[in-house]
């Protein structure tokens, strides 16, 4: 196991409510990633926290927002969920390589989230 | 436009038939590619990262291999319990990490 926990396991929402999903950090590390990832498909990029401010993000919309927290914990924040926010969303830490070497993602084992 | 395909899409094995999964990449910079196998419902779990072409690692029946275009996963001898998604990601500096669709591995008893 990667150290790596995210909360809740499943979780099912209407259209248009709001949803907040959380994920704890390995121990050590400082970076976490959001991706989402629907069925059959890879792991799409949301966004990323560094220091607890926003490091770069995808192609998705405002209403997809995070929080970092000191102590390397995140949040995962959905407005106004639409029924294509059916997905499995995947936290990822990893500690930032300033050497310019790409640091490798250890994920947590998802949110299933059913819009209906 | 950065782009990662792996092939095949879905790979059928008997028990002990090696094989090969290909991950090609196109994109501006490679800083590192990763190969994660994923087993349904839960999260990807990481294998092994590669740097610079003509870099291998090894991990019990599987082996990673990187030129300056493609990836490729060798599976050597497979067991049932190596059935799962394998994915590929490419990182092209910072944040930028891309994922390709995965490749469905099925090994039969």
């Known amino acids: 196991e990667t150290g790596v926990t995210q909360s809740p396991t499943h979780l099912i929402k209407t259209r248009g409510q709001q949803v907040t999903l959380r994920c704890s950090s390995q121990?050590?590390?400082?970076?976490v990633s959001w991706y989402q990832q629907a069925l059959g498909q890879g792991p799409q990029f949301i966004f990323q926290y560094y220091r607890e401010e926003e490091n770069g993000r995808g192609n998705f919309p405002p209403r997809f927002s995070g929080l970092q927290f000191p102590n390397y914990s995140s949040e995962l924040n959905v407005n106004a969920l639409e029924l294509d926010d059916s997905a499995l969303y995947l936290c990822a830490s990893s500690l930032a390589d300033t050497g310019g070497v790409a640091e490798t993602q250890y994920f947590g084992p998802g949110t299933r989230l059913l819009v209906l | 436009e950065d782009q990662v395909t792996q092939s095949p899409e879905a790979l059928r094995l008997q028990e002990g038939e090696s094989s090969s999964l290909n991950c090609s990449y196109t994109v501006s910079g490679l800083r590192g590619l990763f190969w994660y196998r994923q087993d349904p419902g839960k999260g990807p779990e990481f294998l092994f990262t590669l740097y610079s072409a003509g870099e291998e690692k090894e991990k019990e029946r599987l082996k990673a291999t990187l030129t300056k275009k493609e990836s490729f996963l060798h599976i050597t001898a497979p067991k049932p319990e190596d059935s799962a998604t394998y994915l590929c990601a490419v990182n092209t500096g910072g944040f930028k990490t891309i994922f390709g669709a995965g490749t469905r591995l099925f090994v039969k008893a």
């Open positions: 121990s050590g590390h400082n970076t």
